[in-house]
């Protein structure tokens, strides 16, 4: 009796090691299944990063380009993984990728003046892929990117870079919808590297911004933004590329008739005296070119300085690279409000 008792709790022990063994194969496979899944998707094990494949949608749909009529139409991408070299056309998304602290800019265009924020990228380290309308697509395709991201200066060379990879995303904003599709871009660049946390406190710090303007806009009863260019003049109305200065900032427009157009309508000081606005916002496009700009000399003639914006001292110079080359991105939209709020506070 005492044999079988003996012989029974060895049988136990036996089943019972026997169990936990399984137990411990068992977690070391899931674990294991848990590490290679984390891997494929890009997902870390900690539930960070982004999930991949992933799917990105452009920020719009079609791009036309007013002077020639053509419209150019964008496809979704799906991506298998998280890009690693990437070439940047739209100097708001180069913008937007610096501020979120990603990495992985292999080459920009630099045959147009940087923005002072995006000077960094002048170095040698990431190579010039021609200037903002005319792609160098050999030197592209030597640089062998993930992804290719353009905006709308480069829409006509859509289907010649997705001959180097498929993966070209448009980012760029929208003349009919600037806002929303500026915040389409970062969600973009936001949802692509897993910085959504980074994104939310930097859009955080802009829709601060905007009440503060938004509260100084009210103060004045019109306003007109125009752009200079080699002497002249082009204002730009509400539904226009400058016109969330009105919609977002809360300006009020001194006219509605003004012809929308990217560039503005050709506007005459004579037209700017008989409207009057009482701020007068003026962006360098010749300085953002790299041209010679005499634009205090030229602006604040006979004519202009009869204007009530002159009297009070709000004609108001914007910087040109920042307003006319890298608008669209988080550092430049902040650093806009910023200076609008610095020259009329």
């Given amino acids: 009796m005492k044999i079988w008792k003996f012989a029974s709790l060895l049988l136990a022990m036996v089943l019972m090691l026997a169990a936990c063994g399984s137990d411990e194969t068992a977690k070391d496979k899931t674990n294991n299944a848990g590490e290679k899944q984390s891997q494929e998707t890009g997902k870390t094990a900690e539930g960070q990063g982004p999930t991949y494949p992933m799917t990105i949608s452009p920020t719009t749909a079609s791009s036309s380009d007013r002077e020639s009529g053509q419209t150019y139409n964008f496809e979704d ?75 709308g200066r480069q829409a006509p060379y859509y289907e010649q870079l997705k001959e180097i990879t498929p993966n070209v995303v448009f980012v760029g904003t929208s003349q009919d919808d600037y806002w929303n599709t500026f915040l389409a871009s970062v969600d973009v660049a936001a949802k692509m590297f897993g910085k959504e946390k980074e994104a939310e406190e930097y859009t955080a710090k802009i829709d601060k911004a905007l009440e503060e303007i938004k509260a100084l806009a009210g103060n004045y009863e019109t306003s007109l933004a125009t752009m200079y260019n080699e002497g002249k003049l082009s204002g730009f109305a509400k539904n226009s590329r400058f016109g969330y200065m009105y919609d977002i900032y809360g300006f009020k427009p001194v006219t509605e008739d003004i012809e929308a157009s990217s560039h503005g309508s050709n506007f005459g000081f ?60 988080l550092q430049s939209e902040l650093a806009k409000i910023e200076e609008v709020l610095a020259e009329l506070k």
């Fill in 270 to 329: 004579e037209a700017i005296l008989e409207f009057n606005p009482q701020v007068l916002f003026v962006i360098d496009r010749t300085a953002a070119i790299g041209g010679k700009s005499n634009i205090e000399a030229d602006m604040e003639n006979e004519i202009i300085k009869k204007t009530d914006a002159y009297k009070n001292k709000h004609i108001v110079y914007l910087d040109g690279p920042l307003w006319y080359l890298s608008g669209g991105g």
């Fill in 77 to 151: 991408v799906t991506f298998e993984k998280m890009p690693e070299r990437m070439v940047v056309f739209d100097y708001g998304f180069l913008d937007t990728l610096d501020a979120l602290g990603v990495e992985g800019v292999v080459g920009v265009p630099k045959d147009t003046a940087l923005p002072a924020h995006l000077e960094k990228y002048a170095a040698d380290e990431y190579a010039s892929v021609g200037n903002l309308k005319e792609p160098l697509l050999e030197d592209i395709a030597e640089l062998g990117p993930d992804v290719i991201f353009i905006s």
